[in-house]
């Protein structure tokens, strides 16, 4: 084999984001760009020379291509062993079994998440160290770090392997083992969950859909609900992945599964997930579970799935995730996590053996099972704690509430906002905040009011600037933060919660409960002033 090194310039802006480096499809496809993010990849992390790699990705546009690149600069780099999902697939928390399951160094996800797919769309790609999850900001920052005064990268001549052929290759000495993407995934699901409930529960005339989006839990969701639990065929929508995703945006929310939340009120249950597989959406007849909710009922409920029957370590959500899981914690006596939003924040967490179950609003939920959230797993959690307690998912809730009490949420995004003026609207935020505590929104007295910073139990690091927030005690909280994963222009999120202990309240219309917080975010930002929209662009 000969190795060629090709002269490069660095190119601006390869910084990882929230989950890793996304950027438009076309920014991808320039000459050398791919090439000079992955080879900063190689120049860093000095264990996958002669280490084994996880390698696959969500299945969008420039998937199959980018797969080909990276094989040839893994081979140049001196990687032995490439895992790589048949067709260049891996889901995001298959890839984390992978790893796991085959101790790689390390593994290469091609996604960007739920963000839109095709020629016109984004593409992405995220890197996981050694314990599955995602890349630490350490991590993050040494590979910027190296794309900022790289020089050149290192590949071989040769052709392409065929994707689609299970079994062993060979490209330039390097070993390829071409596996079942699936596999490993479904095996370990099959150790956690009560296979013989759920499927008396789908064989009991239970109506259920799945909506794979077109994306890359079709295959998953069809090995493991029609293969394994013997539902049948039509209970999957879109379940082939495509690499336009359809033309659809492969986000789980009710916003943009309209066919899935059309068809709901006939069923019993319906499920979705994202681009990479590693969100969820659980819907009941005329309920949608808020994934902070979600959180909190697999938590309390967590006893009677076989893998967590001793109990769960403790939970872990993200900053801007309703208090709802907090309040099980404290019922069960259990320790709870705040952390910055990005799954990569529970990894040490999870390998501490701190907490269990940790999930965020943004409809990820998952365990120490893998080191990312997984989507096909909570559906089954939430499958196999239905099959227990056979009761419609609305009753659930409205038990947990009487329970642990009400956490009214929502989220409004305004996306792609230009960026001067979302920062803008964040600046005014950050320096009314000293002069907010003390105030009052609708009766709720304001008795914290900072910039979000956390210090890793574990490690000691320290993640400055991670979201603005507004605390009224235990009753209520305004959140606000710039997302970490888009391509155009500035997201900012607004994120309300309002807690409700009287059960004779915990059915109300959820926006309405929440507008008080809601106009007290436009009082401060200035969104739809500022940004002339009559509204945010997407309520979840
Ligand atoms: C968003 C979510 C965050 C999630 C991240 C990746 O990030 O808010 O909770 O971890 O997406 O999810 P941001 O910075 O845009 O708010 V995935 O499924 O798109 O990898
Ligand atoms: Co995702």
Redesign the pocket.
Known sequence: MSIRSVALQPFAGQKP????LRKKVREFQQPGYLEAFVQSLFDTQADLKGGRLALGGDGRYFNREAVQIILRLAAANGVAHVLLGQGGLLS?PAASAVIRAHNAQGGIVL?????PGGPQGDF?I?YNIGNGGPAPEAVTEAIYRRSQDIDRYLTIDAADIDLDRLGEATLGGMRISIIDPVADHAALLQTLFDFDAIRDLLHSGFRMRFDGMHAVTGPYARRVLVDMLGAPESLLLNAVPLPDFGGGHP?PNPAHAEELVGLMPGLDFGAAS???G??NMILGPGIAVSPSDSLAVLAANATLAPGYAAGIAGIAR?M??SRAADAVAKQLGLPCFETP???KFFGNLLDAGRITLCG?????TSSNHVRE?DGLWAVLFWLNLLAKRREPVANILAQHWRQFGRHYYS?HDYEAVETATAQAAMADLAKALPGLVGRSIDGMAITQADDFAYTDPIDGSVSKAQGLRVICGEAARVIA??????TEGA?V?LYFERFEADPARQQDDVQARLKPLIDFAESQLGLRRRSGRAGPDVVT
């Open positions: 984001g929230t989950s890793g995001t996604s960007a998440s739920h963000n992405g995220k986000d994202d681009g990479d590693d969100r993200s801007p995730t939003t990005g799954w965020e609003e943004s409809y990820g959230k989220r933060r710039l997302s970490g994963t888009g997201t999120r």
